[in-house]
């Protein structure tokens, strides 16, 4: 699949180009600098140098491809054991010591090379990765070489990038081409190795030095991944290298490279040109610089004696032959073939880009340079490790087709990333509920030996494509829904029918029970009853019961919701024109309020509150003829002052609203307060909803700090010394247990609390946010308020929030069969027991997650059930119970349970967990606990799943190949690992944002969503295929959209077409780009037209409406935007993807020895 | 003896001051032995047309402890231009703008006829009235609408430049903004919740500080009226504002559920109207005026709890000790009042119930504070609509007949001393030589504070002779009391009126006579009933009857004439005839006897007593009764069962109430519809004359008494029956077998054996 893919990629590579050149430099230069400085990785940095040295890559190179030989085999055996995927694992030929291999590699190499070259990119970039590793050793010198090397580097990189195609592929091949470049900083070998990629030596011989210079950035950027090498340095430098080596670049390379061959068949041919050519380049400058810095002498002799590189450069510069080349190199490794099956798993990304790339480039004469650059390259390959977007692509094409199937018990359903439909045959869609593992451990010593946390991630009320049906309202009657007598259960499709119908069987405990007179029904020959597709509790996996009063607090029946608009009337909110915009809104948001199927009107009842330090109630009822305002200053006690005309309907007192919401601004239009409360707002809310007798929702729009003189008083605590001490907890926990008890009484009353926080400063979101927190509320964060730039995405949010579904005075509990129980929750809710899940409001948004844990066996034949039970009442005040059934397949062998996990909902279970984590333990201990336990489970996986081999190797589940990039993510995260411009409150705000988000939400958050927008074709309505994010993908000559889920970049490079610019921005050229544009210009041309659909539609996909941020490249503004190119090296000291998985791979063979 | 009463009326007239004794005992002992203390009724603001103020300070009496003003009494040298004080001889120089008077170039102060002087004193900045309306909503629809117009109506009668505002309250207080436009404000406090002035002040947005933060400091005075202006506002700037506010009030919005009173917050909204004012105006005529329905039922001041099914307390509940909410409600009322009384505010209580309201506990508030109290059963009544019209009456002049702030200033001659004074007034606590360690009332000062008073407000105060018996009062020379009252006029101009009297001295061994004949009963009466009262308020009521009881036998024995041990051969002298009598009437006043009545009324009936005036009071113990018949013109006939005859119209009043009684043959003839024929005419103006003459006593009282017509065996006679002396009941009716009159079911003693039995004890020589 990967193949065809890459390969169809392959045309666009003739646009890259552009991209390419305009990226080298601007990119690397920018970021590879800055990230050397800082760092928690800075002892990263000094092994490069090291690494460097060893670079000599060329040498090594072919060392590389030898052991690539032999780790193909291995890894065959170990792909064929597993369908896990086997990551590059990294071979140890190493203990060997880096120059065996090399010497022994050169004359495999040269083979391999050259195949390895055919897929050139690939093996490029795998090499390039892994000289990385090796070059550690070279040392800071090379950071000066890289200085002086970029200047001679750009002519050649320009030659270089034309070759370069599509944009994808040009920034994988810059991501190979960075690595090598990187390593490659020292010039003057550069400038030979690079020789080489460029496509003609001479070329190479300029080029390099680009290539240096760029790539100079970015082994700083890499340095990190060094780190952890250093540490083991001395002993672990052989392994190392070899790892990388026989790992990462043999196995991907070859497996990638043969695949795409046999497979596309055409691409083959095409393949060992241009693949070869354009990574060639990158890599080979990497080691050339490495060399010239680290050791030349040592470095040198490795490439002196690698007959390889020469080799590669002859069968470089014959384009044609390549493909013989290439030929032959599939009948050398045979078991490259089947290698490749296993890789297609696990590395299928890689291939990817690899088979792109040959297509893309036509460069026989690149490859041919490549091969003596691509031996320095000691680096892994970021193309080499499993790549994010190739999985997102393949589970889409593979799943997105056909609808989802809910009937089998056990079924893992697509990503979220996949459009898919589900039809629901007995078991809950998985829009409801995602679980780490479809395959549950039959004991908890198997889990515990596993690691793999149990938990599902379930979103009760969540909102369904519109192909998809609601769940069905069933009504038993005066006797409420049938239930268990032990364990009370609802009736659900699991339920067993004895006796000819008169019993039934408890799915959950095995209690018998017997079936209500007027729920009697005849079974048919298979025991199912009669009625079975007739009642949507027999026969589907989501439904609803009608709450009968006996379900009702007070045992009466509720009355409906209200919503009460609290607004901040205080000098600031006043001032930045908040208070007018939001009453403008409500006059016309008022007629969205949610309600109940094909009601005519909605049945919520709205009040409004204004406050500063004091609170007004407006008395709007019908029959004034002016709204009233009632001042309520006791609000150390508050109360409410007025009930009735407190809480109207809309229609019936619109005039007088209206008239309110057209006088609030005026009324406080030369206010001067600016000290505001907070804790009485809520309190006032709770007071009115008690009043009322109902439940319902408080939307407060708050600006400040509130330090007046009331009750839940706030003082400025903020503090930055405290990040990585041990009381850094302290900046997530509420200053004051006050809000914590104010949330239980909101939760009793069933009074959830929305909060949209416009602050100028520090307000301490950590305490703010409890109420709404525990009470199934959302908060919402717009710093630095500016009405022209915020204003849209505000209105959006509030539009949205106003408008989405919601139940209130919920309370959830999940039932399982015997033998496991949820034992922790996660999410925005308040438990006063150990079992339920209460939530005053619970929108369809909101995600609970779930852990599990055995307390028994559970057996393979009976599986365990699921059963989330949520009782609320609809916005039109009708008290209701959804159920929503899962049926999961127990195992006892470890491998079924790896087989089946999500990593999706894992990297969920686990970013929540870790973000409660800090509330207690110190970031580090957090982050430190993620890593074990994610080594943990890969260990497990190694050691009992994976097919014997060498501990070099890094073999990742098929299944959790994706692991590492996306734990890296949320270590990297801004919770766990702050950046000097992420404050206490952001960390907060994200932090419980997080808690709240579901599968899809949080894959997005944690990898964003990177987009060439010149990628986009006009004519379609499909968005462009995205691309991993690193910098290394980006070209300066195109557009690029990022999204989080939170923000939305537009990157653009500098170097893009003046038409582009135009058509998108309306202005003449790149310098004229205001990066202060909250949206981009409507102009009427189809690129401009198409990138605005693109951006509303992924608007329409997010819960939030994103902040868009237009980035210029080089700009300011670029720090921002890099931040959240994950796979790179983080300015705060995150470490990138390549490194990061040497790091897991360290700890996992740690583990295992 | 025409003589002493035509010196007691015109004294009246003149300076609206009543002794009991006009020839005063010259010693302590002999005083003592008069048994009537000596005192007097002082009407301090006494209606007089023939009195115009003059536009200048008072002089002084410049010995510091002394202080007096002027007056007729003085000696004044006319040469040396110096004047001698009467009361503690300080010779004082006159003033520079005095240096023409002569004997024929007086000031008005020294001539005799001015012995009552009021002077127009220019004083601080002049601040417009206050009224405050503190109104309830917990109310029935109807009563709510009645009193939401008699509101506006008021707003008419207002003085154009006074300031109003508005409270209102049910189970919250809201403090009504005026000032805005559009939206309507207010600030609502809860009703549960007692606040400091402090906290009121804060709430509101008064406080000083936070004012002077945003304003200069030299604009100190101008910003000021803003911050008040908010809550209280010229009435002709917003009477078009409040008229619709008032308009739009709603009844209470918090639902009451069967069997429970509505929670209605009194005591905090008046906490806060206290509060408001304090902050804002204090020591300016400000009236809050309370509008409620109802007892407290929440919060500090509450009455009653909101269970139905628990009445309010009652006279046994309160003998038992069972009525738990009382002291406490009580303290809270006296705190405000104090407060109130302090800042010279004023609190009137218009109760409108059919129920008990809390007067019990609230009294205080109108009692110290001037403040009028008022008690119907719906303000959809004429009684409580022309009540509360009548409060913004004017007087002869178009002026207000109200006044504020009043400091009562009392100076005596040295064989004098001040016991005390009982009326709605507080003390201020001016220690001075000229007072009295023996408290009658409330004693212990020689000056008092009457927040708000009229022109019938009429205190009752005490004095003690202290001259010793071996120390002779020079022959013909005069004991003099000086009243200084110092007040803000309703037009808010400060005026003092200054009121100096003499008496004659006596020696009661030598000259009883003429202190007997000097004894005004009328006042005396009231005097000792004022006492009675003022002693029933804090002590049981038999040890009063008791000690009233005593006091008569003791004045009996003392001006009676009589031989030991014979009844029969006891005689009073005219000028004490009466007053047995009104003593007989007072025991069985509702002032004294609380037996039919409730605690609200029993405060209601004593409040009215204690600041009318003599007349008035008369009434009140003594109700007046007119009979209507065919044998005459209309007379004055005995309080007495015997009274009531059958073909007699009887016109009873009482103060309190009117009562038309229409005897048994009269009501027949109306039934059968005499007065429409036309040869009956004379049966229709009989019918009409009592009708009119009780008009004409509804239209001037205030409050307007409660108006029953009714008729022989109706059911509203037990008004009349209540009040008149049993001497015929259904245990002696066929002894006396006579067909005069109509028997009274009553245990109670008649007149006559009330009589008996004084004469009995009086000549009794065990005693």
Redesign the interface.
């Known amino acids: 699949m990967s193949v065809n893919q890459q390969a169809h990629t392959g045309p666009p590579y003739g646009q890259p180009q552009p991209g390419y050149q305009g990226y080298q430099q601007p990119a690397y230069g920018g970021q590879s600098l800055p990230g050397v400085p800082r760092s928690q990785y800075g002892a990263y940095n000094g092994p490069m140098p090291e690494y460097q040295q060893p670079v000599p890559p060329q040498g090594y190179f072919p060392s590389l491809g030898f052991p690539s030989k032999g780790s193909p085999v291995s890894l065959n055996s170990d792909s064929s054991s597993l369908a896990p995927n086997f990551i590059g694992s990294l071979r140890a030929p190493p203990t060997s010591g880096a120059p065996p291999p090399a010497s022994g590699a050169s004359h495999p190499s040269g083979h391999l090379a050259y195949s390895q070259f055919e897929h050139g990119d690939v093996q490029n970039g795998i090499p390039a990765s892994a000289a990385p590793m090796q070059r550690p050793p070279a040392s800071q010198p090379f950071l000066p070489g890289s200085g002086s090397t970029p200047v001679s580097q750009p002519s050649a990189f320009q030659q270089y990038g034309p070759p370069p195609a599509s944009v994808q592929q040009l920034s994988n091949h810059m991501a190979g081409m960075t690595i090598g470049t990187a390593t490659a900083s020292a010039p003057p070998p550069a400038g030979l190795g690079y020789g080489p990629p460029t496509s003609v030596p001479p070329v190479s011989g300029s080029f390099s030095p680009p290539g240096s210079g760029l790539y100079t950035p970015y082994s700083a950027t890499q340095g990190p991944p060094p780190t952890s090498v250093p540490q083991g340095l001395p002993v672990a430098q052989p392994p190392f290298p070899g790892q990388t080596v026989s790992t990462q670049r043999l196995p991907t390379q070859v497996p990638g490279f043969a695949p795409p061959p046999p497979s596309t068949g055409v691409g083959p041919s095409s393949y060992p040109p241009t693949t070869g050519a354009p990574r060639p380049p990158a890599m080979p400058g990497p080691p050339l610089p490495g060399q010239t810095l680290a050791g030349p002498p040592s470095s040198q002799p490795n490439h002196v004696t690698s007959p390889p590189p020469p080799a590669a450069l002859a069968g470089l510069h014959p384009g044609p032959p390549m493909s013989g080349l290439h030929g032959p190199p599939p009948p050398t490794h045979p078991p490259q073939p089947g290698y490749q099956m296993q890789q297609n798993g696990s590395f299928g990304q890689v291939r990817g880009p690899q088979p792109n790339y040959g297509g893309a480039y036509p460069g026989t004469p690149n490859y041919g340079s490549p091969p003596g650059p691509p031996p320095p390259p000691k680096r892994l390959d970021p193309d080499s490790i499993p790549s994010p977007i190739q999985v997102i692509e393949d589970d889409r094409s593979n799943r997105g087709s056909e609808p989802f199937v809910t009937g089998a018990r056990g079924q893992v359903p697509p990503l979220v990333t996949t459009n898919f439909l589900v039809k629901d045959q007995g078991n809950a869609s998985p829009r409801y509920i995602r679980c780490t593992s479809y395959n549950i451990p039959c004991t908890s010593d198997m889990a515990k030996q596993s690691q793999v946390p149990l938990a599902a991630v379930i979103k009760p009320l969540a909102t369904l494509p519109p192909e998809e049906t609601l769940p069905y309202l069933v009504d038993h009657g005066e006797s409420g829904p049938v239930r268990c007598n032990r364990c009370k259960a609802y009736m659900c499709p699991f339920m067993q029918f004895i006796e000819g119908g008169r019993r039934f069987q408890c799915c959950f405990c095995s209690c018998v029970t017997e079936v209500p007179p007027h729920y009697f029904q005849h079974l048919d020959h298979t025991g199912k009853r009669v009625d079975f597709y007739d009642r949507p509790e027999l026969s589907l996996g989501s439904y609803e019961f009608l709450a009968t009063v006996d379900y009702c607090k007070n045992n009466k029946f509720p009355s409906p919701p209200a919503f009460i608009f609290m607004i901040d009337v205080s000098y600031n909110a006043v001032k930045s024109g908040l208070v007018r915009l939001i009453c403008e809104e409500l006059k016309s948001l008022l007629d969205y309020l949610p309600r109940e199927g094909n009601m005519e009107e909605s049945a919520i009842r709205v009040g409004f509150v204004t406050y500063n330090k004091?609170l007004?109630?407006?008395n709007v009822?019908s029959s004034?003829?002016?709204?009233?305002?009632?001042?309520?200053?006791?609000v150390a006690?508050m109360?409410v002052?007025?009930?009735?005309?407190f809480l109207v309907n809309v229609n019936e007192s619109r005039t007088v609203i209206t008239s309110?919401l057209d006088?609030i601004p005026?009324?406080f239009a030369d206010t001067?307060e600016t000290e505001t409360v907070f804790a009485p707002v809520i309190q006032a809310g709770l007071e009115a909803l008690k009043a009322a007798e109902c439940a319902g929702k408080l939307f407060i729009f708050h600006t400040s700090l509130p330090i007046a003189e009331a009750p839940g008083k706030l003082k400025n605590r903020d503090d930055r010394k405290l990040i990585n001490t041990d009381k850094e907890k302290t900046l997530f926990q509420p200053q004051t247990s006050f809000y914590n008890n104010l949330a239980k009484d909101c939760v009793a009353q069933g009074c959830c609390v929305d909060l949209f926080l416009f602050p100028n400063q520090y307000l301490d979101v950590a305490t703010l946010g409890v109420v709404p927190y525990q009470t199934g509320g959302s908060i919402y964060k717009y710093a630095y308020f500016q009405l022209e730039t915020d204003q849209d995405r505000f209105l959006n949010d509030l539009r949205r929030d106003v408008q989405k579904e919601v139940g209130f005075d919920a309370v959830m509990r999940v039932r399982t069969s015997t033998g496991i129980r949820a034992t922790d929750f996660f999410g925005a809710f308040y438990m006063s027991n150990t079992t339920d899940v209460e939530m005053a409001g619970l929108d369809c948004d909101k995600t609970i997650t779930v852990e599990f844990k055995h307390d028994d066996k559970l057996s393979e034949d009976s599986g365990a059930l699921l059963q989330c039970a949520l009782l609320y009442t609809s916005c039109a005040g009708q008290r209701r119970l959804r159920i929503h059934n899962l049926s999961l397949n127990c195992c006892t062998q470890l491998a079924d349970l790896y087989r089946n996990c999500e990593t999706d909902t894992l990297i969920n279970y686990l970013a929540k967990y870790a973000y409660r984590g800090v509330l207690s333990s110190p970031v580090k201990t957090v982050r430190d606990a993620l890593i074990n336990q994610c080594a943990q489970i890969l260990a497990c996986y190694r050691k009992n799943c994976a097919s014997p081999s060498s501990a070099g190797q890094l073999i990742l589940p098929e299944c959790m190949k994706l692991l590492p990039v996306y734990l890296n993510c949320v270590l990297k995260s801004d919770v766990l690992q702050p950046g000097p411009e992420v404050t206490t409150d952001d960390r907060a705000y994200i932090r419980q944002l997080v808690t709240s988000m579901d599968v899809a939400e949080t894959n997005v958050f944690f990898y964003p969503r990177l987009l060439p927008l010149t990628k986009a074709d006009v004519d379609s309505d499909s968005l462009p295929a995205a691309i991993r994010n690193s910098e290394e993908r980006l070209s300066k000559g195109d557009i690029y959209l990022l999204e989080n889920g939170l923000n939305i970049f537009v990157w653009v490079g500098v170097s893009v077409q003046q038409g582009l610019i135009q058509n998108l921005f309306g202005v003449s050229s790149f310098g004229q780009i205001s990066n202060t544009l909250s949206a981009l210009p409507v102009l009427e041309n189809p690129f401009s037209k198409k990138v605005r659909s693109i951006v509303d539609m992924l608007q329409g996909q997010r819960s939030r409406y994103m902040k868009l941020i237009i980035v210029k490249q080089e700009d300011k503004l670029e720090m921002l935007f890099k931040h959240f190119l994950v796979e790179d090296k983080s300015l705060s000291g995150g470490a990138s993807y390549v490194d990061f998985l040497c790091h897991m791979h360290k700890e996992i063979r740690q583990l295992l020895s | 003896m025409a003589t002493y009463l035509e010196f007691i009326q015109q004294n009246e007239e003149r300076d609206g001051v009543r002794f009991s004794w006009n020839v005063w005992p010259s010693s302590r002992l002999e005083a003592t032995r008069m048994v009537v203390p000596l005192a007097c009724l002082l009407t301090p603001l006494k209606e007089r047309l023939d009195l115009p103020p003059v536009q200048y300070e008072p002089v002084l009496c410049s010995r510091p402890t002394c202080k007096a003003v002027l007056n007729p009494l003085c000696q004044v040298d006319y040469r040396a231009k110096l004047w001698a004080c009467n009361f503690c001889f300080q010779r004082n120089p006159f003033p520079p703008a005095y240096a023409g008077i002569s004997e024929v170039n007086q000031p008005a102060e020294l001539m005799p006829q001015f012995s009552t002087i009021e002077y127009i004193v220019q004083r601080g900045p002049q601040t417009p009235l206050i009224f405050l309306y503190v109104v309830d909503t917990c109310l029935e629809e109807e009563d709510l609408q009645a009193l939401k117009e008699s509101l506006q109506m008021s707003l008419s009668l207002l003085p154009a430049s006074a300031l109003v505002g508005l409270i209102t309250f049910g189970r919250?207080v809201?403090v009504h903004?005026l000032s805005?436009e559009?939206?309507?404000?207010?600030?609502?406090?809860?009703g549960t919740?007692d606040?400091t002035a402090k906290q009121i002040q804060?709430?509101?947005?008064l406080s000083r500080p936070a004012v002077s933060m945003?304003q200069g400091r030299p604009l100190q005075t101008p910003e000021q009226p803003p911050i008040s202006s908010r809550f209280l506002q010229p009435v002709h700037k917003i009477d078009m504002n409040l008229t619709d506010l008032l308009g739009?009030l709603?009844r209470d919005?918090?639902?009451v559920t069967q069997g429970k009173r509505p929670l209605r917050s009194t005591g905090v909204a008046l906490s806060i109207a206290v509060g408001l004012l304090e902050g804002t105006f204090p020591n300016t005529g400000a009236r809050i005026m309370l509008f409620t329905g109802g007892p407290p039922t929440q919060g500090p001041g509450m009455v009653v709890g909101d269970e139905l099914k628990t009445p309010i307390r009652s006279w046994h509940d309160i003998e038992k000790d069972n009525a738990r909410f009382m002291k406490k409600a009580t303290k809270h009322y006296e705190t405000l009042a104090n407060r109130t009384a302090a800042n010279g505010h004023c609190i009137d209580i218009y109760a409108c119930a059919l129920d008990q309201t809390g007067l019990l506990e609230m009294k205080c508030c109108a009692n110290l504070t001037g403040g009028h109290m008022v008690m119907g059963d719906s303000f959809n009544t004429s009684l409580f609509r022309q009540t509360f019209q009548r409060v913004f009456n004017k007087g002869y002049n178009g002026e207000f007949r109200m006044a504020f702030g009043a400091n009562l200033d009392v100076k005596t001659s040295r064989e004098l001393k001040i016991a005390g004074a009982i009326g709605p007034c507080i003390s201020l606590n001016a220690k001075g030589p000229c007072v009295s360690e023996n408290e009658l009332g409330i004693g212990g000062t020689s000056q008092w504070k009457i927040c708000s008073l009229d022109p019938s407000t009429t205190l009752a105060i005490y004095f003690e002779v202290v001259n010793q018996h071996n120390a002779p009062i020079p022959q013909g020379s005069r004991g003099a009391v000086q009243f200084v009252t110092q007040y803000q006029h309703s037009s808010t101009e400060k005026r003092i009126r200054v009121t100096t009297i003499a008496r004659n001295w006596a020696d009661a061994q030598t000259q009883l006579q003429h202190i007997e004949a000097a004894f005004d009963q009328e006042a005396a009466a009231v005097l000792m009933a004022r006492l009675g009262v003022y002693r029933a308020e804090s002590e049981e009521g038999p040890d009063v009857l008791r000690w009233l009881d005593r006091q008569l036998i003791r004045l009996c024995q003392k001006f009676g004439q009589y031989n030991k041990d014979d009844p029969n051969s006891f005689r009073l002298s005219e000028s004490f005839s009466l007053y047995p009598q009104f003593m007989f009437h007072l025991r069985r006043s509702p002032f004294l006897q609380v037996f039919n009545n409730s605690p609200d009324e029993s405060s209601y009936y004593r409040h009215h007593f204690a600041r009318q005036d003599l007349t008035q009071s008369l009434i009140m113990i003594q109700p007046i009764l007119y009979a209507y018949s065919f044998h005459g013109p209309p007379e004055p006939v005995l309080l007495d069962s015997s009274s009531i005859l059958p073909d007699r119209i009887l016109l009873m009043d009482t103060f309190f109430q009117i009562v038309i009684y229409l005897g048994e043959t009269i009501a027949q003839w109306q039934k059968a519809g005499y007065q429409d024929m036309p040869e009956y005419e004379n049966f229709k103006h009989l019918l009409q004359a009592p009708l009119d003459d009780g008009q004409e006593i509804l239209q001037t009282r205030f409050p307007m008494p409660r108006y029953i017509h009714t008729e022989h065996g109706g059911s509203q006679a037990r008004f009349l029956l209540s009040k008149v002396n049993p001497s015929q009941t259904h245990n002696n009716l066929y002894a006396w077998g006579q067909e005069s009159g109509a028997p009274i079911l009553t245990d109670d003693v008649s007149l006559q054996v009330f009589m008996d039995h004084l004469k009995k004890l009086a000549v009794s020589s065990a005693s």
């Open positions: 004091v007004h109630f407006y009822k004034l003829a002016q709204p009233q305002m009632m001042v309520v200053s006791d006690d109360f002052p007025l009930l009735d005309g309110l006088q005026e009324m001067r | 919250m809201q903004e805005c559009g939206i309507s404000k207010s600030y609502v406090f809860r919740k606040l804060d709430m509101l947005g945003q739009e709603q919005p918090w639902p």
